[in-house]
């Protein structure tokens, strides 16, 4: 998992951090050594200093949260649909 974010500060309004987070999934068959599934995706999110933030630092640590927490269910997701699919 990678995460990172991009600041936008702004002098009239709130400033704002584009968060993203990649996330890269492997499944593993120890007993053979096959890779029989593999995934990946990358989640941004936008967020705010509100009034609830006491920092920025807090609005763009929210926002890596959040941007982390789609990308592992899109993978989870993924993964849910291989191995609902297995006979």
Do not use: H, W
Request: charged share 25%; net charge negative; proline share 2%.
């Amino acid at each position: 998992m990678n995460t990172g974010a991009y600041y936008k500060y702004r002098t009239l309004k709130s400033d704002q951090a584009k968060a993203y987070c990649s996330v890269e999934a492997v499944l593993l068959d120890v007993r053979t050594g096959i890779v029989p599934f593999t995934s990946a995706a990358v989640a941004e999110f936008l967020a705010q200093k509100d009034k609830d933030s006491f920092t920025f630092s807090e609005a763009v640590d929210a926002a890596e949260q959040e941007a982390a927490g789609k990308a592992l269910l899109e993978v989870a997701g993924d993964l849910t649909k291989f191995l609902n699919a297995l006979p």
